[in-house]
């Protein structure tokens, strides 16, 4: 039997470090059933914001304060978790640089409730968490299921979680890569393995809901229309579509090299 | 001489139609610089955050209401200005959406105050707008001055804003590629000229500021130490230093196509 003095010695285990978090919030259902699977898995620390951050993209508080305070949610689970005021990729800098002692071994975020496939990665709080971490080395994915409702049953997912962070885990990650997961919304019987895709072309386009407020002020509320104009059967959209798990390995190089010849042909 | 009756027949002159926004607030020094040069390009209109927005990524707005009114800030200029609650990825769905009569010629973000180069992108409101254009197939750029200060100068860099969105307008952009511009900061004479990059492999090493506010609990500021690693002579920051315009072509689809074969020999 092993006895953790502090929370430095616990560390010092040989149980991979895994550093979890999200952009629902730290109570949301899908960071409690990602945190169930990842303590079967490694020694968990939790630091997820307090409140709900979707479509944060990979926004940073840099004109704010930052307050991130020890919680408990969990009595009888043997996780450590922080709460913190701030976006996703808040948690993940925080994370790493005041709260774990060391260079954690896997980051992952999610389980997101709702895609994140294809155009959505951009608008991503779950993603950029994910690619925050990625940024320094560690290897990262993010979790998503297409379900955006609160009561979304992750139990059919939680097999394919595993799955993929103990490959890994073993594996490693290529340089610069962080995994962009999606979940179909189907029973685990009905899901019909993992495909390895890219990202569809696809992009929204918005409907805006437009109101006037009681002093007579027009505002509006931004809803749109997932347009996918990608008939590729390699993508993550035709993946989910067919009741398959779609991994994109998604990069943070954003440079498009194939572009360099076109734009240096121009009269600069 | 030419009469515009409303703002539908104004825009069908021949002058290429332009959107600008930004991420500093629409009465930063960098976008009112910015609309200057464009007011000689085409037919301008400015739809910009009413507020700084740096550091906001490609946040969207989902769970609040957006504001966005008509302003007039510069009597005797002639675009047309809206300033919006909403991020600057907000404003880009809106204007297009909501108050341009057609799709935009050209979108252009800035004049940004502080870099957006290398893995600083991933961050920016700025290239987040102009991301965001791109997504729906608008020629888009990101303008920024390696000039944090609010008293920046802008007078060096407007011959290049010029002739970066001359071509850009003349050639089209290549297909889901973006344009994210840096301007060293530099007396004009001193810039050496525009120079087509790649992104320099580099990233952030935060160093909170951690302090206790009046009621006795801790709290952070973000602050932190740029990495670049990359020793590279094709990349923006090594552009930068030698006193280029960095001009790096940015895509949108993150896959990182060179790892789905390594993703695909994991045991999935």
Redesign the interface.
């Known amino acids: 039997m092993y006895f953790c003095r502090s929370e430095t010695s616990c560390m010092s285990s040989n149980k991979p470090l895994i550093l979890i978090t999200n952009d629902d919030g730290i109570t949301a259902p899908g960071i409690r059933a990602l945190i169930e699977v990842m303590n079967k898995l490694g020694e968990v620390y939790v630091v997820a914001p307090s409140s709900?951050q979707?479509?944060?993209?990979?926004?940073?508080?840099?004109?704010d304060?930052?307050?991130?305070?020890k919680v408990v949610i969990d009595k009888n689970a043997p996780q450590v978790e922080y709460s913190c005021s701030g976006t996703p990729?808040?948690c993940v800098?925080?994370a790493?640089?005041?709260i774990l002692k060391r260079k954690p071994d896997l980051c992952v975020s999610g389980i997101n409730h709702g895609s994140n496939s294809s155009?959505n990665?951009?608008?991503s709080g779950t993603m950029?968490a994910a690619?925050e971490a990625g940024?320094?080395g560690i290897p990262s994915i993010g979790f998503s299921l297409l379900d955006y409702s609160m009561e979304a049953d992750f139990g059919p997912v939680k097999k394919f979680v595993k799955?993929?962070v103990r490959?890994a885990l073993q594996?490693g990650m290529?340089k610069?890569?962080v995994?962009?997961v999606n979940f179909p919304k189907l029973a685990e019987k009905d899901i019909k393995?993992?495909k390895?895709c890219?990202?569809a072309?696809a992009?929204?386009?918005?409907?805006?809901d437009?109101r006037t407020?009681p002093l007579g002020?027009?505002?509006?509320?931004?809803t749109?229309e997932f347009i996918n104009e990608d008939k590729g059967e390699d993508t993550d959209e035709w993946a989910l579509q067919q009741g398959y798990v779609a991994?994109?390995?998604?990069?943070?190089?954003?440079?498009?090299?194939?572009?360099?010849t076109?734009?240096?042909?121009?009269?600069?």
Chains 1, 2 share one sequence.
């Not at 992009?203 to 805006?208: A, K, M």
């Open positions: 709900p979707s479509g944060m993209g990979h926004a940073i508080t840099i004109n304060t930052l307050y991130c305070d990729a808040d800098k925080l790493t640089r005041e155009i990665v951009i608008y950029s690619i940024t320094t799955i993929i490959q594996n290529p610069g890569v995994l962009n393995g993992i390895v890219r990202q072309n992009h929204w386009i918005e409907n805006f437009k407020n002020r027009d505002y509006y509320w931004l749109g991994v994109v390995p998604v990069q943070f190089d954003l440079t498009a090299y194939h572009a360099i076109d734009i240096n042909s121009w009269d600069l």
